[in-house]
């Protein structure tokens, strides 16, 4: 089950499909055609008049056969790349734009779409990858971020914000990840048998990153709603709309204090619990059969059960993932095909741009292995090489200052041709992103470069270096 399309899609669409035919006349400004363009998803690369449209993807959720319609979507429309994003949502590159508007109308026939992929919005909510595969973890929360995402996307306000709105959950309190680092972070808890959230606010990347600050030790389920509701009320009513750089959440902490900061959400909040509006949860939606047991790295599988359910990772270098030739697509296509005839919940992308196939039965686990060696080489590499994330940087993106991928390139051939054993790195995490704006989270890893320009007596690309920010002690540091 994937999010509801909203109900204005269609009209949104032939907006953008008018603005754009008055763009390209020169009837419609360039202002005007950005400022709705880009909270529809759609950005200009860094090459003129070349576009790309970001699909959502809740919680990283999508079905083979809704991929497999994408593949083709991007093939009839001119592009040659899709591009898995750190958000774990996907990119549809190097499009004309007059292409777009067939893109918009294509997604929308096979349930998806770009609608709040951009600008300042509710963007595309997290989940982790391991959620619903058994770990140690309290509750899946999928069908949570799934309820938001149908509940929050739709409404006008989500699309007239001071600066952009990130939601993440964590499943496990021992693996907070992007949770601690997100406007709102929601880590799932138990108490008295009831579900609820431990809320973390004004967590963030970009200028002045920081932690979210500890706003409640436990949120009944129930009010999830009026939590981001009120939130974004707040957020809407307070944010700073004159300076973007200084527009998120967390300059608030920073000019109130976390005292009254809390004291103006709870007001929104306890407003927004008066519309007695809560979310339409379907929590079997997303259950799996039995445990998942996790085969990353290309490992051999251990002996199981013959029911027990698998999952293992396809690897993606920074994401990419090339339709360049007949034989590459067909090869990604019988991938997929193969694990659609297993069922929707099989395939997640990632937010260190790779996809976890899960859910697939032990004893088919060995026909899907040979097709994943057999479209991969990478499948077989270690850990640390296939997860080394870097956002497009400056080869497509506009704010892009260094070539952040040449860079990961080129750290990836080091590590890989070291003489240590790298199975001993399989949890490390190394980060690039090519400008301050940290699409590639460089801040939440083990080793992270954020692209800057220094000057001298000229201006020149350079990386600023960070380490050992793999785990952070949330409550320490948030206070």
Not at 13 to 29: D, M, P, R
Not at 291 to 298: A, E, F, S, Y
Request: aromatic share 10%.
């Amino acid at each position: 089950m994937n999010y509801k399309l909203p109900d204005s899609l269609t009209k949104d669409i032939n907006k953008f499909a008018t603005l754009a035919t008055g763009f390209q006349n020169n009837s419609v400004s360039t202002t005007e055609f950005k400022a709705f363009r880009v909270p529809m998803g759609v950005y200009e690369q860094r090459k003129n008049g070349i576009y790309m449209a970001r699909v959502r993807a809740t919680g990283g959720f999508i079905t083979p056969r809704q991929l497999l319609g994408m593949i083709d979507i991007a093939l009839r429309n001119g592009s040659d790349l899709l591009h898995i994003t750190t958000r774990a949502e996907v990119q549809i590159l190097n499009l004309e734009l007059s292409s777009v508007e067939h893109v918009l109308k294509e997604l929308q026939d096979i349930g998806l779409a770009t609608k709040g992929g951009g600008g300042n919005t509710v963007r595309n909510i997290l989940v982790s990858e391991y959620s619903g595969l058994g770990r140690e973890e309290v509750f899946d929360t999928t069908p949570y971020a799934m309820a938001l995402t149908n509940a929050v996307v739709p409404e006008a306000d989500s699309y007239l914000m001071p600066r952009k709105l990130k939601i993440a959950f964590s499943s496990d309190e021992n693996y907070v990840d992007y949770a601690g680092i997100n406007d709102i972070g929601l880590i799932a808890q138990l108490k008295d048998e009831k579900r609820g959230f431990k809320v973390y606010l004004g967590g963030g990347a970009g200028s002045k990153p920081s932690v979210g600050w500890l706003y409640k030790e436990f949120l009944p389920a129930e009010e999830l709603y009026a939590l981001v509701k009120g939130v974004k009320d707040f957020f809407n009513a307070h944010g700073n709309r004159k300076d973007k750089y200084k527009a998120r959440i967390r300059f608030l902490f920073y000019k109130w204090g976390k005292e009254e900061t809390f004291r103006l959400i709870d007001q929104y909040v306890e407003e927004a619990k008066k519309t007695g509006i809560t979310l339409e949860v379907n929590e079997k939606a997303y259950l799996s059969a039995s445990r998942n047991l996790l085969v990353d790295k290309g490992e051999k599988m251990p002996s199981c059960a013959g029911r027990e359910l698998v999952s293992t990772v396809l690897p993606f270098t920074w994401g990419n993932v090339w339709l360049r030739s007949s034989d590459e697509v067909n090869r990604l296509k019988a991938i997929l095909e193969f694990v659609s005839n297993i069922g929707d919940h099989t395939i997640r992308f990632t937010p260190k741009q790779n996809i976890r196939f899960r859910n697939i039965p032990a004893s088919v686990f060995s026909e899907l292995e040979t097709l994943l060696k057999d479209y991969s080489a990478a499948y077989d590499k270690p850990a640390v090489l296939n997860n080394i994330v870097s956002c497009t940087g400056a080869d497509t993106c506009r704010l892009g200052i260094c070539l952040s991928k040449g860079l990961a390139t080129v750290i990836y051939k080091a590590i890989e041709q070291h003489d240590i054993d790298l199975d001993l790195l399989s949890d490390a995490r190394i980060n690039v992103a090519g400008c301050p704006n940290l699409c590639g989270q460089p801040l939440w890893a083990d080793l992270g470069f954020v692209g800057k320009v220094l000057h001298t007596d000229h201006a020149y690309p350079a990386y600023q270096v960070f380490i050992g920010a793999n785990y952070i002690d949330i409550p320490q540091l948030a206070q």
